[in-house]
């Protein structure tokens, strides 16, 4: 089982935070009967403020959400936990803090075994894949492992960005570090889904539907030893679980 | 004792492989007494056409230079350098396969208690800092730790880039992404030199110089706490070694 809602970003130019995609986050919970939902903050340093800017918005959603962090045992919390959402910041300290407190497996056993809705964006939705290999962020701190909660088998390169054709500088594309990481020898890397920003993905079972806000911008698909290919809103990508 | 000689980058736009900065390379090697180098290709997958590559480089400037992936004692060679170049690339693949290979410490006699002259560019530079918690690339190996070579106690940010005022991308930018990295709680985190393209630093004993082709556009400098500070061609930046 798995109930996925994957943002490649919190915010949209000019929008509030999550504005963009309001309709879809309150649809997602509300329709699996969610109305109170979990909040993971661990990719920010600062809880307390990004508990409290979460709450704003989905309160506006007509949802309540709390920070697992104010939680005194946080596993009976993951255990009790209705829905989750795990927001955006640095993906490595998201993934490392929740090594320390060991409660990827809890998670994993929610969303998995008894399908539990599980909302991702940006560092989130890194998360929620095969691994962190694709993250844009910095190593500012070193998780034990960079294998992630795994409900997809696939990575994804949240706020996918192309080329820029004027510009001057030489430090390597998005293209070109996700081809480097395709070009492990020996190593049969899996697709990696260039989901550019106002893109997200709707996971249910094993069906994904590609969605997006802005035409002709949706995502970009990368398999190794094949041409990259685009992939437009309303594209079924169920085929990337069989791969 | 350090020699060393710190690139940004390896390129300038429409400029050869390491041609913008030939004559700082010549002088770097010749003045030490080195014309036979030793290069360190493991920031990218293919070794041969890596050493092709940057052997054609160094013989325009009149050095031989001759990749270690070919040694068959990695080690002897290490340990009879007369200099090392370590080219850029994918800065985790870099760590992880000296750490695989057991080199760094030899590495690091060499150029800390020989004296033996090296130059990095890109992720050659990262590695030749006190860790790789700030590069650009994607993890897309997973080195034992990210402590790298340590020949300067502060952080490179190299392809140093600043924010685009009408980028509508929402990722973050590089200075938002080194402020992370300052904003772990409890942690002193080093001083970070956001190192523009076409910039360098050299470096003898205690001596850091910034140089740099392109003017105003040499480096950013970011301290924990602090504003971030402007610094010129020719700035000393000796003082980041007494921090």
Redesign the interface.
């Known amino acids: 089982m798995r109930k996925l809602l994957l943002l490649s970003?919190?915010?949209?130019?000019n929008g509030k935070y999550l504005e963009y995609a309001s309709d879809v986050i309150k649809s997602f919970f509300t329709e699996n009967g969610v109305s109170k939902i979990v909040f993971i903050p661990y990719a920010a340093?600062d809880h307390d403020a990004y508990e409290r800017k979460v709450k704003d918005a989905f309160s506006e959603f007509g949802l309540e959400l709390n920070s697992i962090h104010k939680s005194g045992n946080q596993l009976s919390t993951i255990k009790e936990a209705q829905g989750f959402f795990v927001g955006g910041?640095?993906t490595?300290?998201l993934l490392k803090t929740l090594y320390d407190l060991n409660l990827l497996e809890a998670i994993r056993d929610r969303v998995v075994q008894d399908g539990v809705p599980y909302m991702g964006a940006s560092a989130g939705t890194n998360l929620a894949t095969v691994n962190?290999?694709?993250?844009?962020?910095?190593?500012?701190?070193?998780p034990t492992?960079?294998d992630a909660l795994g409900f997809l088998p696939f990575n994804i390169n949240?706020?996918y960005?192309d080329p820029d054709p004027n510009s001057?500088?030489?430090?390597?594309t998005r293209e070109t570090?996700?081809s480097?990481?395709h070009?492990?020898?020996n190593v049969c890397?899996p697709p990696v889904l260039g989901l550019r920003?106002g893109s997200w993905l709707q996971v249910k079972d094993d069906q994904i539907l590609l969605k997006g806000c802005i035409p002709n911008q949706c995502a970009r698909l990368f398999i190794r030893g094949q041409i990259p290919k685009e992939h437009e809103v309303n594209s079924d990508l169920s085929f990337l679980l069989k791969m």
């Open positions: 970003t919190s915010v949209l130019q340093h910041g640095n490595f300290l962190i290999c694709t993250t844009n962020d910095m190593p500012i701190v070193h492992s960079l949240p706020h960005l001057k500088h030489m430090g390597e570090r996700i480097e990481y070009g492990i020898p890397s920003e």
